[in-house]
């Protein structure tokens, strides 16, 4: 168990029946009135953000979350196939399930399955990953006003917006979280 005045950011708990980790929280003294903890917390299995407001003494059990490490092997149709690299077992999860967080995985890439009490709720992609553009519009000269932008598809599928200078077939590199650009490599 763990009270709301012990919240710290990346603590996840169970609240209401769903796992949620903590985003932000701010312990708020208020002239008047008793002491609370403001927090946002993501829920871990749709992604979705509440804000809450807790006393500092209410309690709540801390989820125990599993981090394991397996290896995206392929898609088939609505599945997307996982090995566990040390025991070589093979795991098949629904597209409906995982296919937000695979927009920038390829093939063989490791990636970090998330596990509660024996149920697995999500994909963790690696931080940082490095994709071939395989499709964008030519720069043009003269279009350089202020860190101009222009769309791209990488070799996963995915669109990002990259600088006027990348053409197709430069290797870049990309934040999984927020599909920024991050530079060539």
């Known amino acids: 168990m763990i009270s709301a005045g012990e919240f710290r950011n990346g603590v996840t708990i169970e609240l209401e029946g769903g796992i949620y980790t903590i985003i932000d929280f701010q312990h708020v003294k208020p002239g008047k009135g008793a002491a609370f903890v403001r927090s946002t917390l993501r829920n871990l299995e749709s992604g979705s953000i509440l804000e ?55 093939e063989n890439d490791m990636v970090k399955v998330l596990e509660h009490n024996g149920r697995i709720f999500g994909i963790e992609p690696p931080m940082h990953v490095e994709l071939a553009v395989t499709e964008t519009e030519p720069g043009f000269k003269g279009d350089t006003a202020q860190g101009a932008t222009k769309p791209a598809t990488v070799e996963t599928g995915a669109s990002v917006k990259v600088p006027l200078f990348v053409n197709e077939g430069d290797v870049i590199k990309i934040d999984t979280r927020t599909g920024e650009y991050l530079g060539r490599v």
């Open 52 to 106: 809450r407001t807790f006393r500092p003494s209410e309690k709540m059990a801390r989820a125990h979350i599993e981090r394991r490490d397996l290896q995206y092997l392929y898609k088939d149709g609505d599945i997307y196939h996982f090995m566990d690299t040390e025991t070589y077992e093979q795991l098949e999860l629904n597209a409906t399930e995982v296919a937000d967080t695979m927009v920038f995985v390829k």
